[in-house]
Nanobody, 124 residues
């Protein structure tokens, strides 16, 4: 069974940066596309960044140009470098694999289990 452990969140002022990490175990990490998801208070969880097995990256429009996702298959770890943070980025951030896509191009997580997430709070 997959286990996901996120870290690196914190409180930062607007314009600041954070680097999140997610360590995965229980799966052959290199076989899976990975993503960072976030859930803000009162909102649904959304995929904000994804990276395929060959390193191709994609981003939600809201974070494009500010966030960078990367992976280290030797360490079974996926990262999210977040720059130019703003209060709208405040959320709990989770990693998971990227699963199926529906007709509206919504991507679903690969696994049903989630880690504890890491809280990111951006003050104005």
């Amino acid at each position: 069974q997959v286990q996901l452990v996120e870290s690196g969140g914190g409180l930062v002022q607007a314009g600041g940066s954070l680097r999140l990490s997610c360590a995965a175990s229980g799966v052959i990490f290199s076989n899976y596309a990975m993503g960072w998801y976030r859930q803000a208070p009162g909102k649904q969880r959304e995929l904000v960044a994804g990276i395929t097995t060959d390193g191709t990256t994609n981003y939600a429009d809201s974070v494009k140009g500010r966030f960078t996702i990367s992976r280290d298959n030797a360490k079974n770890t996926v990262y999210l470098q977040m720059n130019s943070l703003n209060p709208e980025d405040t959320a709990v951030y989770y990693c998971n694999g990227i699963g199926r896509r529906d007709a509206s191009s919504t991507y679903y997580p690969r696994w049903g289990s989630w880690g504890q997430g890491t809280q990111v709070t951006v003050s104005s």
